[in-house]
């Protein structure tokens, strides 16, 4: 149907004896976990610039500002890592 269609597939191995090698394996499992929290912060940002509001409290303009910063900033850092966010 589709061809010859070969998959794709990477090994990873850590010496988990060794103290660098397991906090490399521990950062490769949580990867997931880290950019879903990374994408809830952003949507936080985004919420009180958007809306004005966070958690049902409503912003100052300033607060707001602060947001839209913070959010900008964040993008940039994550384009400059080449990290999809979305």
Known sequence: MYGNVYMS??????DLSDYDE?????????????????????NVLRQGWKYG???NDKLTDKQIDLCEKMRDKLVYILENYKVDYE
């Open 9 to 14: 597939k990477a090994t990873l191995q850590f």
């Open 22 to 42: 397991k906090l490399s394996h521990i950062r490769a499992v949580k990867a997931d976990d880290t950019i879903i929290a990374i994408s809830d912060f952003f």
């Open 53 to 55: 509001v966070i958690d």
